[in-house]
C-alpha cells in the first residue's frame, strides 16, 4: 500500500487507540469529558497512524517506481532533508536533517524518492542508528549503486523534555557503502554536505 490517504484512517485501529487514550488521558490525572478534551482520544489515535504510517509502506516499492537508465556516473547528493521519527525507548520525537549520497552504476533515481523513503522509514518506531542503515539498505540493495552514503543529525526530545534535559546536544549517525567506504569519497561527500555554496 502506497501513500494510503491518511484522512481515511482506518476506523477499527483508530476506535480501538481511542479507547485506550481515553483511559490513559484518565490514568495521568485529567477529565477526559471536559470540553476541550473530549475528542482528544480520537485526534490523538489519528496522529499516531499518522506518525507510524511506514509500517504499511514499501519503501523498495518507492524507489523502483522511479528509476532511470542513466549513464551518469558521479556522485549525487540529497542533503538537508528534514526528518520528524518517535524514538522506540520513549515514543517521544527525534528531528533533524538526513543527507544521501549515491553514485549510480546505469541508473539513476528520482530525486524526491529519496525524501519519500526517509518518511517511510522515519514514520516507524526508531533508533536513530536503524533509521540510518534502513535507508542506507535500502538504497544500496534496490538501486544497486557504485557507493552509498547516510549521514542523519538530530535532536531527541526524550532527552530535551525529560531524562537528561540537554537542550543543544545533536547526535550524529552515518553509514557508507560502496566507493563510500574509501576515504577520499567519503570526504568529498562529507565537504560537500557541509559547505555553503550560495
Ligand atoms: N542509541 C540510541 N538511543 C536512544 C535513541 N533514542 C533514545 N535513546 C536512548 O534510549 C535509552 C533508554 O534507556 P533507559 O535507561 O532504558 O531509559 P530511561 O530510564 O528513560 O533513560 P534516560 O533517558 O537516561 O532517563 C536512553 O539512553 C535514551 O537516550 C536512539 O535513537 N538511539
Ligand atoms: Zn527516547
Known amino acids: 500500500m502506497l501513500y494510503k490517504n491518511f484522512e481515511e484512517y482506518n476506523i477499527k485501529v483508530t476506535e480501538e487507540v481511542k479507547e485506550k487514550f ?8 485529567e477529565d477526559t469529558k ?10 490523538a489515535a489519528k496522529a499516531m497512524q499518522f506518525l507510524t504510517q511506514g509500517y504499511h509502506q514499501d519503501p ?3 524507489l523502483k517506481s522511479a528509476m532511470f537508465k542513466e549513464g551518469y556516473d558521479d556522485m549525487v547528493i540529497v542533503k538537508d532533508i528534514e526528518l520528524y521519527s518517535l524514538c522506540e525507548h520513549h515514543m517521544l520525537p527525534f528531528f533533524g536533517k538526513a543527507h544521501i549520497a549515491y553514485i549510480p552504476d546505469g541508473y539513476i533515481v528520482g530525486l524526491s524518492k529519496l525524501p519519500r523513503i ?15 542503515h534502513d535507508i542506507l539498505e535500502c538504497i544500496n540493495t534496490t ?3 557504485k557507493g552509498v552514503a547516510v549521514v542523519i ?3 531527541h526530545m526524550c532527552m530535551m523534555m525529560r531524562g537528561v534535559q ?3 546536544s545533536v547526535t550524529t549517525t552515518s553509514g557508507f557503502r560502496g566507493q563510500f567506504e574509501k576515504i577520499e569519497t567519503r570526504s568529498e ?9 550560495g
Open 153 to 155: 543529525e538530530a535532536s
Open 189 to 197: 561527500f562529507l565537504r560537500l554536505i557541509t559547505a555553503d555554496l
Open 22 to 29: 481515553e483511559s490513559i488521558i484518565e490514568d495521568l490525572g
Open 166 to 168: 540537554k537542550q543543544n
Open 60 to 62: 523498495a516499492e518507492i
Open 143 to 145: 538501486l544497486k549503486p
Open 34 to 43: 471536559r470540553e476541550g478534551i473530549i475528542k482528544t482520544p480520537e485526534r
Open 118 to 132: 526517509v518518511d517511510v522509514f522515519a514514520r516507524r518506531l526508531q533508533v536513530q542508528e536503524r533509521l540510518t
